[in-house]
């Protein structure tokens, strides 16, 4: 373990990514790079563990150093990560803030540019915003906390929450299920911890923002939100990351619980600078009639390997996973949906929406199953690819594995091409070349932006606004 | 201004595309305030008239003059035309999944009378009306631009940007084809709205005499071949619609 002050070489090779800026790295404790046994109770030590949640990560580790990369995705990228030059902690802060006034004011100016107290003013209702590896502020709004809602970083909420935490913690997405779910489980730090009580509905979108802002930092973040029966949550994060020449990692884990009769929908836009690996597992479990809903957005990193998946597991539970995917130079989008129907009278819906330009590539990798004893399923699928120039890929691996009959299921796919008709009669209402482009990968996105709350909807046009920029040959 | 101030001159236009020669000498003037109207059989050029002067790229122009106003629309861009008034209703307008009327419209006249006109009370009212001129119901603009339109939706959907993007110019291009009768003297109901008592002029392309008898042009052209081969008055039309084009074909005796 080393620790560093303030660090201002941090500033150089900010690129041209256009959200791209970051201050001084102002981290007090910083890893060296590389993982160990070691370096995994450092970390658990530092953060004062329980014994249960140090022999988690162990295992962990195990599992991930013995368990060989995934075969699928993208397996030459893959191989390029140098796990050894990843630092696999940073604290910026010493503590959790509660005030917005003692949060440290290089962080605040980044928040600033993010946005974030304007946001708050008109429609947070709490706000975690992750600074490296740590959530440096934290409120909770008052109405929030009198409904018994519990939103804490997931530290935080290990400490505070302890037999919650253990109760559910892993539940739904155990270390062993993949490798990056092992290297999440035995690194993590940071990430949300969010538990509704029963009957509330958490109407405000509750938002975090984090971002990466080290060179060679990895984000491991954590995620648990439990809703309880007949609870409702609308969970957003969004992430924007400046360029770093070296390459950097983000793997997170987000579990969602939904009890009976419960709704949580999660809403991502991801924006990750180009060299960003983007590996994240995201799984919700569904009891009795409740409802989980993925809404998706991969627009940035190198490689994106993410597949939100619900397991039905109560009777007439409802999934839905709606995504986007843009690929432009250099990036591979792989995503999809998994969606298991385990009990009866189940329901899924699954819209993938996938742009690639530039010799991009996207790729929709989906499994829908259904198991022997669920009845009367219905489930959905519809995968539509935009392709922009003749450089770029799409790809669809749609599998069904349906053992009931009495299964309802629906495919579609498409692929599509902008037509110069369509450029031309959008120019003939006076739009330029790279405008009219931009009005129909928007409108190509739409079904997925509609979904998202206003400012992102409004960020996400822009952005899409500006990747079209200069994209005219 | 000068008298013979020409809104649209068209001198010997000669256009091809791929290698085939498609346009043979066109000459047309439009004055302010006039409308025109080209009739033609299929394949006589009508659409690539239109198409040449709204600069789509698939067609070459090998030789002529085509200017709005004394300005060379053919150094132009498409959308720079556009912005200088130049109109094309479709034949086939081009659908754009995703894309709200409602959105596209405020856009569309933004990017063409500036941001100013596309915003506000006078701009909803000047929507309001038209819609309701044009028998648009306000359900229309949450939907996707030309998606799953039936063919009167799109011909009047055209229309309504015309009334909407006040251009010095309109070309249309078989707005009337497809459409009933009612739609046919609602569409030219809005032609006259947008061009009549204005400065501005239009260039209706059609296979009937029918739009005519409600826009009532000043001048009819007969399109063959790619050649202007008659020019007369609005009686034209019905003498087209009795006698058809052979007495009009080259080597025919009339
Ligand atoms: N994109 C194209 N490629 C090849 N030939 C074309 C194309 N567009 C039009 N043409 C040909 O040009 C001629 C004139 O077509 P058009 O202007 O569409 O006629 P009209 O509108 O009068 O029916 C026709 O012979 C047509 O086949
Ligand atoms: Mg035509």
Known sequence: MVVNMADSDAREAVGDYKAGWHDPENSTIRFDAGLSEKVVRDISELKNEPEWMTEMRVKAFKHFDERPMPTWGNMSMLKQIDFESICYYLRSSKATENDWEDVPEDIRNTFDKLGIPDAEQKWLSGVTAQYESEA??????????????????????????????????????????????????????????????????????????????AKNMGQFERTLIIADEGSSIHYVEGCTAPTYSTDSLHSAVVELIALPGAHIRYSTVQNWSANVYNLV????????????????????????????????????????????????????????????????????????????????????????????KAENCKLNVVCDALILDEDSRSDTYPTMEVANPTARCEHEASVSKVSDNQLFYLMSRGHSEEEALALIVNGFFEPFTRELPMEYAVELNKLMALEMEGSIG | MSKDLKLLNIQDLYACIDDTSILKGINLEIKPGEIHAIMGRNGSGKTTTANIIMGHPDYEVESGIVELNGENLLEMETWERAREGVFLSFQYPQSVPGLQVGNFLRKSVAAILGEEAAKGKEFRNKLKESMKELDIPSSF??????????????????????????????????????????????????????????????????????????????????????????????????????????????????
């Open chain 1, 136 to 213: 440096v502020y934290h409120s909770i709004r008052e109405d929030l906390e009198k409904q018994g809602v519990i939103f804490l970083d997931m530290d935080s909420g290990l400490r505070e929450y302890e037999e919650l935490v253990k109760e559910w913690f892993g539940s739904v997405v155990p270390y062993s299920d993949n490798k990056f779910s092992a290297l999440n489980t035995a690194v993590w730090s940071g990430g949300s911890f969010i538990y509704v009580p029963k009957g509330v509905h958490v109407e405000l979108p509750v938002q975090a923002y984090f971002r990466i802002n």
């Open chain 1, 281 to 372: 597992t995201k799984r919700g479990i569904a009891h009795e009639k409740a409802k989980i809903e993925w809404v998706d957005g991969n627009i940035g990193s190198k490689l994106t390997m993410k597949y939100p998946s619900v397991i039905l597991k109560g009777e007439g539970s409802h999934a839905e996973v709606i995504s986007v995917a843009y690929s432009g130079s250099g990036q591979h989008q792989d995503a999809g949906a998994k969606i298991h129907h385990l009990a009866s009278n189940t329901t899924s819906k699954i819209l993938s929406k996938s742009i690639s330009k530039d010799g991009g590539r996207g790729s929709y990798r989906g499994l829908v199953k259904v198991s022997p």
């Open chain 2, 141 to 254: 603009l949450g939907r996707y631009v030309n998606d799953g339109f039936s063919g009167g939706e799109k011909k009047r959907f055209e229309i309504l940007q015309l009334m909407l993007m006040k251009p010095k110019l309109a070309i249309l291009d078989e707005t009337d084809s497809g459409l009933d009768i009612d739609g046919i003297r609602t569409v030219a109901k809005g032609i006259n709205a947008a061009i009549r008592g204005t400065e501005s002029g239009a260039l209706i392309i059609t296979h009937y005499s029918r739009i005519l008898e409600h826009v009532k042009p000043d001048k009819i052209h007969v399109l063959i071949s790619g050649k202007i081969v008659k020019t007369g008055g609005p009686e034209l039309a019905l003498e087209l619609e009795e006698r058809g084009y052979d007495w009009l074909e080259e080597g025919s005796e009339d």
